[in-house]
Structures are given as C-alpha cells and as structure tokens.
C-alpha cells in the first residue's frame, strides 16, 4: 500500500507513515458499457425492426396480389355472364343493339383472364386449373358466338335448338365451378398470408418493446453505476482534503518535509479540480441519458398509436370495400329493372298507339286522334327521361362505351338539322345552320356529339321567344391542323331570356332546372340534358360552358378535339336519332 510521510514520532524519532487514499476504477466492461452500450442496443433494435417492417412489406404485397387474383376470378365469371346476356337478348329479340353487351364482354374477358393468371401465382394445381378454364372459357365462347352465327342464318328455331343441347349451360357450369375452385385456394391463401404478416408485425412489435425496454434498464443501470462511481471520488477527494489538513498541522515540526509536502498538496489540489470536473461530466452524460429514456418512452407511444390507427384504417377501408360492392350491384339491379321493366313496356305502348292511329281496330274520330298523339308524345317524353337517367347512371358508374374516330362536322351538322329544323320553324324562330369547311373533322363519337348538340339547340329552342333567333358557329384554334392540343369551337347562341351569373354552373349539375316555373309543363325534362352533355364533351377530351347575359341570350361552346383531314367528299349519313334522343335540361 502506498503511504506518505507524517508527523514525526516524538519519542523514537521515527516518522509517521499515513495511507494515502486509493481512487475507484472501473473495470473494462463497465466502461465499454458506458461509452457504447446505449448505442450497441440501439442499433440492434433498429435492424431487428427493420427486418421485421420488411417481413411485413411483403407478406402485405403477397396478401394484395391475392385479392386482386380473387378479383379477377369474379371479374372473369362477370364478363361470362354479360356475354350470354347479350347472346340471350339477340335471341329473343333478334336485335343486333342487344349484342353490344356480348362485345364488351368478350373485349374484357380477355384482359381478366390474363390478370387472373398473372395474380394466380406459380402453383402447378392452381396452373393446371387456369389451363382447365382457359379451355372452358374458349368452349364457352365459341357454344355462344355459333348461337349466334345460327341466329343469323338459320333462325331462331335452329338458335333455340342450339341452347336447348345444354352444351352452353355445361360449360358455365365448368367454368363456375373451376372459378370457385380458384377462388376457394386463392382465400386459403390468403388466410395463410394474412395470419403470415400478423406474425411478422407481432414480432416486430415484440422487437421494439424488448429492445426498447432493455436499452432503458440498461441506462438506468450504467446512470447508477455512474452515480457511484462519483460518489466514491468525492469521498476520496474529502480524505485527500483531511490529509493535507493533518499535514499542514505538522508542517512546523517537519520542515524538511515542507517542499515534499507542498507539491503533493498541490498535487492533490490538481486531482480535486479533475475529479469535480469528472463529475459535472458525469452529471451531465446522466441528465442526457434520462432525455434519451423519455425520448424513447415517447417513440413507443408514438408506435403504438400509430399500430391502432392504422389497425382503425384497416378496418374502415374493409368495410368501404364492402359497401362500394353492395352499392355496384344494387346499381346493376337498378339498371337492368329500369331497362326491362320500364323501357319495354313504354316502347309497347308507342307501337300499340301507332297500331290505333292507323285504324287498324276501326275508325277513329278527331277526338279520339288528338288522344292518341298526346298518349305518344307523353310516353316518348317519358321514355326521353328514362334514357337521361339510364345515360347518367352508365357516365357515373364508368360503363359508357365510347367509339372514339375521325368524325366529319359537316356530316353531323346536316344530321342534326334534320332533327331540329322543324322545331324552329314551327315555333317562329330564325335558325342560322352552320356552313363548315368539309374538310374539317373532329375526335369524337358521333352519336354522342350529336346528341349534345341536339341537346344544347332543343334548350335554345325552349328558351327562346317566337320571332328570337338561334345561330351556331364553329371555329378552329390549336397549333395547327395535327397538332398536339388543335381543339374545334362550336358555339350555340340565342336570343332568349338568358341566365343569371351566380346560376351558370348550377345548370350543369344534374336534376337542375333554372327558373322551372318559367318553362311550360309539355317541355319541362328533370335537368340532366346538359348535365350528361357536359359529361359526355369531358369524356371525350373536350369541354362545355355556357355564357349568358340577362335580357340579351346565351351562348353555350362545346370544344372537342381536332381530327385529320378528309380524303374525300362524304355524304350525311341517315338520321339514326329520334325525337326521344333529344333531352331537356
């Protein structure tokens, strides 16, 4: 043990030997600990966490594709379906209109069958049943286009000979019962992959609270240890101030120790001023450390209340899921009722009052005439408001069906002319038809574009006085004839009343009629005329708007995309609208 020299003993001469005081060390491990234990656990915590968070990315992407695999199945099994509905309609009713479903169908099948095989996976039982279904799709395919070929040929006894073989109902049955099957292993899956990313999530879970817990425990321990460890210093600086207290007691009777003694005395000064500093330092590592716990405290309830919303998310997007379903097929329903169970029955009572017109049943008198032209022009008006609920629907759902092409403007012009003509004429209205250029053709369908225009010139017909006047113009702006952006402008103006300011977009909102009550009951529709007019233009990359002046008219633009040039001259087409196309805002 180290000592230092004391007073001497007065009666042997010997001098006093005093311990000089041993400072505490820490062990190696104890101060590795201190330096980079916190930052060791840390770091593990933050790979294990990540590692975790990675399982669960891609049990989550598996368990996606799954869904969408159970998606397309139902997708498929749709697009079957739609097809024999419309091979059916064609048979009963020997319509082609009635195969437009038949077509879209077939054009989907295709892309779902293939998404289908795409989300399926690998799995050579779930491989040898899509190969079963491809077959079966094909068989059911071709059982419905000869259907149809016969239909065209041979007629509908040979058509109806045809489906009653039941060749088509084994192969729908084939083709449900291998979907379901699909289906069925693709849920079993997705079970399985389900319960795979609740465990990857647990664990991670279980990674963050364990670490976490573990790195506190360990920062207490080592702020303990610490704590100690500057404790015991002062304790040994306070005996070192003792000992130069005992030693400047005896320095008149040790003189020849004085030097020796006032450099250890300085030297103990030295290590005093070391240790307090040792032990601010100390203070501030623990005030530090207590910060990092409350940090880490708080990152734990930060995760766990992100776990619940996100648990919450999960659950409203589950039953968001549920309702959107619920909503598409009660809006099917609605549709096919509205379609079989209004526009038939509509479309019977026409021909009945045609029948009656023609005096078929026998003579009719004057009276009698007038009734039956009120009864057909009530039921076409009310047949026009079923095709504008019927249209909007299809526009709202994303089910219109587009034939975009190269369509001549004079062509339309001279088919819807042909339409709205006599409505001027026979209200006492001055109608300025449009001479365009030829040459000048527009990107759009045509039924559709001629439907928004018969709708944009009936409401300047309703809207406008006798002796008014209705001019429509069209004009060409863009860069170029082919270039990117060339629009056509084709503007509808009249000399009607006109429509206030604050009122300009209302008009286009559907179910909206502008001052209702100034518009006489034969004319009035329930406000979807420009509504589905607007939709349509913006469906086909074009626009709508209208501008208006009180007392002076109303102006309405229609733009539409610019189209190529004609290579030669075209003749109109014949009308294929009626008066029941020709809806009212």
């Known amino acids: 043990m180290d000592t230092r020299a004391g007073p001497a003993d007065r009666r042997s001469g010997r001098s006093i030997r005093v311990p000089a005081p041993v400072g505490v060390r820490l062990t190696t491990l104890q101060r590795l600990g201190a330096t980079g234990g916190i930052a060791a656990i840390v770091l593990l915590l933050g790979l294990l966490t990540y590692a975790g968070l990675s399982s669960t990315r891609s049990a989550r992407e598996t368990v996606i594709r799954t869904h969408r695999a159970i998606e397309a199945t139902q997708a498929v099994l749709q697009d079957i379906t739609n097809a024999e509905t419309g091979q059916r309609g064609f048979l009963l ?81 084939d083709i449900r019962g291998l979907l379901r099957k699909i289906a069925t292993r693709q849920q079993t899956l997705l079970d399985q992959r389900i319960a795979e990313s609740d465990r990857n999530y647990n664990l991670a879970e279980v990674f963050v609270v364990v670490g976490t817990t573990t790195a506190i425990v360990i920062a207490l321990m080592l702020n303990t240890l610490l704590t100690r460890f500057a404790n015991e210093q002062a304790d040994a600086a306070n005996r070192l101030d003792a000992q130069n207290r005992e030693l400047a007691d005896t320095n008149h009777k040790l003189s020849d120790l004085t030097v020796e003694l006032e450099l250890q005395n300085q030297q103990l000064q030295d290590q005093a001023v070391e240790m307090e500093s040792q032990q601010s330092h100390l203070q501030e590592q623990a005030a530090t450390m207590e910060v990092q716990s409350e940090e880490l405290r708080a990152t734990i309830e930060q995760l766990e209340h992100q776990t619940s919303l996100a648990e919450k998310a999960r659950e409203v997007a589950e039953e968001a899921t549920k309702s959107a379903e619920e909503a598409n097929r009660a809006k099917s329903l609605f549709l096919t009722t509205m379609s079989h169970e209004l526009r038939t029955p509509l479309n019977a009572i026409g021909g009945y009052v045609d029948l009656l017109a023609l005096e078929i049943r026998g003579p009719l008198v004057d009276a009698q005439r007038e009734d039956l032209r009120r009864i057909k022009k009530s039921g076409q008006h009310l047949l026009s408001l079923i095709n504008d609920i019927l249209n909007l629907a299809k526009i709202e759902s994303g089910q219109l069906d587009l034939h975009v092409r190269d369509v001549s403007l004079a062509v339309v012009f001279e088919n819807v002319d042909t339409l709205v003509a006599p409505q001027f004429n026979s209200k006492g209205i001055a109608y300025v038809f449009p001479q365009c250029d030829p040459m000048l053709r527009v990107r759009a369908d045509s039924d559709k574009l001629q439907q928004i225009l018969l709708n944009v010139l009936s409401n300047a017909c309703k809207f406008t006085g006798a002796g008014g006047r209705v001019t429509v113009d069209c004009d060409t702006k863009g860069d170029g004839d082919h270039g990117s952006g060339a629009m056509v402008s084709i503007a509808v103006r009249d000399t009607g009343r006109g429509i206030a300011q604050d009122k300009l977009e209302k008009i286009f909102e559907p179910f909206v009629q502008i001052d209702r009550h100034l518009t006489g009951v034969s004319q009035q529709g329930v406000g979807l005329g420009l509504a589905i007019s607007r939709d349509l233009a913006r469906s086909m990359s074009g626009d709508l708007v209208a501008e208006s002046v009180i007392g002076v008219g109303t102006t309405f633009v229609l733009t539409i995309p610019r189209g190529g040039a004609v290579s030669g001259e075209l003749a109109p087409s014949p009308t294929r609208a009626s008066t029941d196309s020709i809806s009212t805002a």
């Open 93 to 173: 009713s020997a319509n082609e209109r009635y195969l437009a479903p038949y077509h879209q169908a077939l054009n989907r099948l295709t892309a779902d069958t293939a998404l289908l095989r795409t989300f399926a996976g690998t799995d050579p039982v779930q491989t040898s049943e899509l190969d079963s279904l491809a077959t079966a799709v094909q068989t059911k395919v071709a059982e419905l286009g000869l259907t149809i070929t016969i239909m065209r040929t041979r007629g509908p006894a040979a058509a109806r000979a045809e489906v009653d073989s039941d060749r088509g109902k084994r192969a729908m049955d």
